[in-house]
């Protein structure tokens, strides 16, 4: 997986927390218990926790889980070292090494793991297909695979780890990019023609976005694909096969055949996108087949990623090294951390 | 897997919608050029929209669809149908039938199929456990391993998929059952001394809470249980395995050991809870070891179970049957679906 | 595999021997040198021949074998017996059983292993597309798969296997059956137009051979099976699919979807046939899905078949018991064997 | 494999096409009712047809292709370009290209796709044993296990595979090479034993066919071979060594243990042959075991060879490129054909 | 596995302790320092130790086990029980419990969970071979094959595990049954000449051994055998197949084929013996095959049986249940368990 | 396999000849037999006698075996060549040739097959584990795992393999090393308390004799480890860790924790010695995961090593060529072997 850091806007700014999440509501209740116990005891130690997931993978959710700390931790009495958003992190590696007082902290273990765990799994899975692309772009498209209160952070992660663009409008602005996308087959089966729908398109849509058909609403695709064609001419950025797997899916014979024949059609312009259960396998087979493909939308191969579990615990308290039997006590060395707050 | 449908509160009015889910925020934005060109073409059909899963498993989503719908689509033109929350669901099989204007649906398809997607998968991964543990109790613990924009959801859907209860406040408040937990590792190690632990716990957390110790932060679990159990006496309700990997985790062999050694000590009426990578193999494993276990604690099961990708189809337009290539025109026929709205 | 003898013509007299097999230039050289020597030897004892296969299967050459055994062996001292053409014969069981002086029948030993050999290892293989369909008719497509001298041979081994006709005007002439077929894409490349190669067809040819149409030269396969029912109406008998694996080849689905949108243009009486790629297995899985289809066309699963190699032993030599090495010496009881000549 | 291409003789002027070939009678019985069509209807265009093999291999079946094929096309309208006889050729890899009028060849094609797709099956088979062989000569010897009315066509294809002669006079005419063969069991057990048998065969066969005794059929192989040899001398060339696979086959072991004993014997000039269930990977194991063996027979091993399915495709009509949905229209470049006519 | 349990002679007289064991020379060393230290802390509290093995099988080695407690235990303080010699044992089921003062057992924990591992791994060997034979009686062959010091007690085991006699005099000694054997290829080789060799054997070998001559050193099994029975007539009991690997190894169908050829020259009442390779898998296969074998030799297949590793805890110390870490304190229940003792 | 050489003492005047052995007890019965005919018949030719082993491997038993030689052999008419004990030795290679009158050696050649069998596999075994340690010493601990009367040679095997010492007397003496162990289970479960077991040890066992404890019995190892670090002080060697697998085994990570808390603690010098179940793949493992290990006790590894058949075969009779079917007549040329005798 190569090492690639995008270019990212200053997000943590855009990453508001949520009011449950302040409050901890999503957090395990077993917390709130301990928060009363210590406040009864009078205890409230500094303490050192450190962040490592299970897995290797591209690291996402720094940046979400900064604009919370900023919030909660004492600004007089705390420390935060992190790796970078978006980099790679190994195995067992402290991607987060948190020093406040435990109390301030206690209520947002739960919330600062599942940020991790989440992203970090949707951005590796997003950087497996990017890698197989060797370049040639790819676009999030899995929103409605997931539950909408995490789509958009689902295309933020996917963007992260390399994709060009993403299909929500919320995931766009996390990310600082413009939401991408053609146009659904609702729309072809109720104007009824996909000719007409993509003129549709393009009598009201603005001339920024292009104009890209899907073609495999009615007809034979390659059929389809000539006939938009012949009507569009220039003004046809590209076509979008999303054959269903009832019809034997888009294959990268599909894709030879499309682009020969619209090249005979004088129609070399017209590029070619691909979706459809895309996965870095299928990527690499379109791409070995010689295939000339212009973009893949990629759906649940991200949304289906495994959380990549990400493991909270206690090294230091008051500056005494300590660690619960299985772990090794004292702050773990790793001068790739940098420090943030 | 078995069909059980759990007792429900009247969940929908407890499911509020996001207003980034309301204004589309969270939709794909192909969704909002489609209401454009319709609306500028006076376009707004009467369609049937229907939507089923990949796999067969545990439906569950229902509920939060119903919550979207009740406030999206005009009252005076909408029927809906669906499976009902909690039941089981076969693949390909049409679980929530949508007939209304189609503009007032357009921007709510993505989100919805997300909710069912990622709700139905949570759902049937707890199924599993319950199935597995023929009786024994079972926990939702992973809020830790998914972003906590969901955890709630993640711990409802486990709870509609048959565990006792979970952890985070917010799942528990939507299914209508008490949160559950124990301590974490952290108290002890602050407190330094497990016994010292419990005993804080027990003087500071009202009696309805059952004592319940978490047993291998520094000790063998045996030697510390025993300790426990000598001190706390009757009002220690159990003991918590969640030995780490490191160690070898929680093994059918420790739990037999424990339970030999605390009846030796003449604590009988101490429980055995299990935690630290359960699931239904392994609590199958437990279960044919003969080791005697009073309840299991899951987490990245439930959290890791992949979406089962809900897809939504226009089946009817004005009353005629429509459909694109490679699905079937008309409504499909399914008695069990029950009209809800 | 069903033990099912198919009725069959006296096919025996149809199978005129080739000059090349009675001159002996299909046999091993070292049967002219053993003729040669036995010649001038003065030796040419009685022996008994036994021929049996390496595996189990539908048995089939031993009606071509008797065509040419009737030629070769003196009238007044021949014995023949022979398990039924068409019938099941286990593996190593004794299937045919000649007694003759040795120099009748020294020279097409070759011949005869060799015919039993390819017959019995197509019929097996049509057997068991056949066994798999559950009474859907099965036609022969292979031919332009095999060598043109005998793809006749195999067509005739394909319905003693059961199918219920072939493609080859040889084949069909030997199996007593009338050839089956419907159009070559090539006709529709030429025509320019699938409805106009149907409508040709239909002016051309004689009114008892079925109009079925091939769909998927041009066009998408529904779109053009409804366009062409609409044309033709009763006249047309069905269509054919023979989608190739560049586009997914025929599925399931795609049954199902053509019958669907069939029915609802008011097409219920057009057939659905199937090729292209046709295994048994692939058979039952279309059976298991439920889409209805009217006829498969199996190509090289029967022409790939591997030969059922069949050995021939001395076992008696002057009535006396004999075998080389490694074999049992005498007649082998078989009480299936009937006598032919 | 490697790229050889053996010497051939002029062989296209041996095939001489059957004329139930000539007349169509293995031809599909579609092209049967397209020629009636197209007359019908006055239609005969140029067209160019591909042909192109599933798999790659050894390109085998163009001599035969080419000696119908003058007799059939117009000689003032016709093209050819093929690949050599005997050449590599990939999967897809367009080998033969006829440019002629339609209705001279249409009834042609199944037969030259069978012709191409059985010999290319069989010379790919023999070369992956002449490939293991490093040198040791390969003689087919399966002609027992095919059809007689191609068991010539397979012999041929064997030597143009690599090996190195054929047991069938007609595949060695073919050819143009001298079959091979030593003697078969048959002879030995009616004149009842070996000694007697060879002597025999040295009396009456003329001296320039090597003396080469089969030595299983009675004894063990070593003591065989031993008195063979002390009785023949230096009139021995080699023995054959077939031992059945009830007797455990023949191993690298029993050839070491014979040539060790000949030669303690003083008969270090007698070969060993050895035959029965030979494969490319039993000819390694052979060879890696450092047993000297001076020939291999190879049968079953090219006779199951699966046929390498050829296909034919119209690319191009009078001149305008063409094609079926799933290919791609015009003639295929492809720099290696070679014009033949 | 059947649950036999073969009569058995009072065998523990028979196995004499060896002075090395005795002095304790076998045992690990830190037993002897162990008995150094309590000596000199004046500590030997009466304890029970259990042993029990890691795998199900047929127990063996409490004969002679107790050969060795009957002359260390104080015969006034020894409590010993145990699971029948020759009975199945389960995994982890106790198999022997001692009761006795510590320092009376320390030296020999080590011995006797040797003892029982080794000899329940060949036992259950064994029985392996016996239950896959059905009735056919097997004879252990294999005592060049483990060390001479133990090899007796092998074959012991041997006859535990079903077998009907064994090679070794020392084993048949101590299970009480005649030794078995044929003839070693040595005095063939030597005596130069198979028929001479038995001819021999026949001279000097008193009458009440039966003769078995083995039949591969020189010349085909079959000759072979058919020229001893002509010799020997109705003084040849059997004769042994024992052909190497080398030539193929002795197969079901060599036997077929030797029994048929014997009757055919009248020699029904020679009995088939075979050897070399033997597992209960070839036992089955021999049997399905349907060829007639009067007993079996095996080897190998005992000789590296793995030991069933037995394992020695204590459960109870001065009467007061107690375990280290891992394993449950107190006697372990186990009914089935006899006292000896 | 590394091809190491150890030092050897002169171990051949410590194997003395067991009086079972030496009187033919542990031969095969057929030996006596034989000896009784040849003697009868006034036979006894000089012979070379060849023993080869199946597998590769490190040869052991060679020196054992020369101590029976000398005692059997006719001094006046002997020779012995061998391969060198511990050396590499190929499968199928002479390891060990023998030239001497019949009778002198015929009855052991079972026990001399035999010796090299089982300690050639088990000197192989230990090779394995030393190759994988990469130079961390490694014990033999298996003697409860193997016969007593064998114990001492499988220690002494795997002191040829390369382990550093053995736990029983018998091996270290054959082997001429220091025997090597710790303490059992059963001293601290009956001293009662680790600390107190290793202060016992420390009191009554010499100085030159390590100090190492044994952690696991009741307590939490690296609990028990750090109590006893405290108490010991300079004087502890190091500790043991044996967890049982009913409690994870020991892992790479318990080391790791182990060793970073005993560092913490100031302990240092406490070495970290590791037993329980250890094979080359985990002795890797642990290697690769960086915990630092001072040594391995290996068991079972070595205990359960298959023999590696060793065969015996006549190879000349007074001084003639000659070999039983299947093997090859002569002398057996082999450079490496060495004349001892």
Redesign the interface.
Known sequence: MDNLIPNQPNQSTLFEP?P??LV???????????M???R??G?N?N?VIEFFPQRSGVLCGINEAMALLVKVLPESDREVWALPEGGYVEAKEVSLRIKAP?NSI?LY???I???L???TGWATAARECVDAAEGIPIVS?G???????????MDYASIIGGCESC????G??LAGVT?????????????GDTIKAIQ??D???PKE?PRIALV?????E??ESINIAKVMRNKLEGVRLD???????V?P??V??LR??LN?ADAHHVQIFVSGGITPDRIREFIKSGAEIDGFGVG?FI??A??N??T?D?HQ?EGK??????????ITDNPRLERLL
């Open positions: 949520k449950s999440v901890g509501d999503s957090s395990d209740i077993y917390f709130h218990r301990t009363s116990i210590l009864n005891e205890i130690p303490v435990y206690c273990e739960t919330a793991s599942g940020m765990s989440s992203s498209f929103a409605r695979h997931v539950h909408p209160n995490i789509s958009g952070n299909s929500t409008i919320l766009a602005r939401p991408s996308g053609t146009m659904p087959h609702a729309l072809i089966l109720i104007v549709a398109f009598k009201h849509i976005i495999d609403t009615f007809k034979d390659v059929e054959t269903p797997k009832e019809r034997g899916g294959t014979d599909l030879k055949e020969a024949k005979l649940s949304t289906r495994r959380p579990d990400f909270a206690i308290i090294p300590i660690a619960k039997r299985g772990r090794l006590p004292g």
